[in-house]
């Protein structure tokens, strides 16, 4: 499949590749307390911190996590849907970001990623 195909899929169904627990998926590792820096500041901040304290894993933790919270962490969707996002963000503040490609594919998803920036 080539990354116009995988970059065409719906929002939803990207932000599914983010919670790929337990295979290193990049949303297991956001409420690590090493992470607390980088998302203390988002509304659902301290909320986050308390999910990842009451999983017993990270795997655990990626699974609870609410889908509006993914929302908010993940450049997700169509080309177009993720270029907006990391537009959205720009404007927002945010000055440097971790864009960490997920897929099963890993590099068909750096490929994919590429055709954003």
Not at 57 to 74: G, I, N, T
């Amino acid at each position: 499949m080539g990354a116009a195909n995988r970059l065409s899929r719906p929002p939803c169904t990207t932000r599914r590749r983010a919670r790929p627990a337990g295979r290193g998926g990049a949303l297991e590792w956001a409420g690590e307390p090493d992470r607390r820096a980088q998302v203390a500041a988002l509304p659902f901040g301290d909320e986050l911190a308390g999910l990842r304290a009451r999983c017993s894993s990270r795997a655990e933790f990626a699974r609870r996590v609410p889908d509006a919270w993914v929302a908010e962490l993940a450049v997700a969707g169509t080309r177009e849907q993720a270029r907006a996002r990391i537009a959205a963000l720009r404007e927002a503040g945010v000055t440097g970001a971790v864009l960490i490609p997920a897929g099963k594919d890993p590099s068909a998803a750096l490929a994919s990623l590429a055709t954003v920036l």
